[in-house]
């Protein structure tokens, strides 16, 4: 149980496109969900912390107008990338914490911007 | 604010060797602490958890992990590694264990199993 699915696994866009990227908890409903960002060979930097029906809560430093993130319903969190640049290149991955669980992650998604 | 050390960014070690991987936290209240394993291109998954109770966690895989409130370390531990073992592994504390807490990562060790 406790699964939190993540799509795409992969996406290539070119500069200056917007990447949706989405975050679904299968069995479970997640009032909150978490985005983070892994640059090569380093750790998980929280970007933000999505709230279901709320304003999602941004890290300092995090465009908020960059990283739009939807929580629309108590299953699905959705992080867009809009005007990608090739900066913008990284491993965004998704976690929701079932109650008495550990945090659950999605598989990540690999965005490359050409 | 809590944080997060692991000081080695790499072990490398032999198959069926043990092993021990360092985590060191510093916070100003009680924490719940995390290791977590990543493979090439994957998300995270769960080795095993501090909540409350014994300090010897046991975790998947064969892992385990002693909580040391005075010493503010959660170093994992296996007694004997296989190559599949090779991978990134995260320590990570978060403040209680509310859904909407927010877990913080070590910079992350790299274990490298070889023959």
């Known amino acids: 149980g406790a699964v939190v699915s993540q799509h795409p696994s992969r996406v290539i866009c070119k500069s200056g496109t917007s990447v949706k990227i989405e975050c679904r908890s299968l069995d479970f409903q997640a009032t909150t969900m978490f985005w983070y960002r892994q640059f090569p060979k380093q750790s998980l930097m929280l970007m933000a912390t999505?709230?279901?029906?709320?304003?999602?809560?941004?890290e300092q430093g995090v465009e908020k107008d960059k990283f739009l993130i939807n929580h629309a319903s108590l299953t699905l969190s959705t992080l867009t990338v809009t005007s990608a640049h090739p900066e913008d290149s990284s491993f965004y991955i998704c976690?929701?914490?079932?109650?008495?669980?550990?945090?659950?992650f999605g598989s990540g998604t690999r965005l490359t911007v050409v | 604010a809590q944080s997060v050390t692991q000081l080695d960014s790499q072990v490398p070690v032999f198959e069926e060797a043990p092993v021990e991987l360092r985590c060191n936290y510093s916070s100003s209240v009680s924490v719940y602490l995390f290791w977590y394993v990543q493979y090439p291109n994957q998300g995270l998954q769960l080795l095993l958890k501090?909540?409350?109770?014994?300090?010897l966690v046991k975790g998947i895989n064969g892992f385990e992990a002693e909580f040391n409130k005075s010493q503010t370390s959660f170093h994992l531990r296996k007694p004997s590694v296989h190559i599949s073992d090779t991978a990134e592994y995260f320590c990570a504390v978060s403040l209680n264990t509310g859904t909407a807490s927010k877990l913080t990562f070590g910079t992350g060790t790299r274990l490298q199993v070889t023959l």
């Open positions: 999505s709230n279901e029906g709320s304003k999602a809560t941004y």
């Open positions: 976690s929701a914490r079932p109650r008495d669980y550990g945090y659950t």
């Open positions: 501090y909540l409350s109770g014994s300090t």
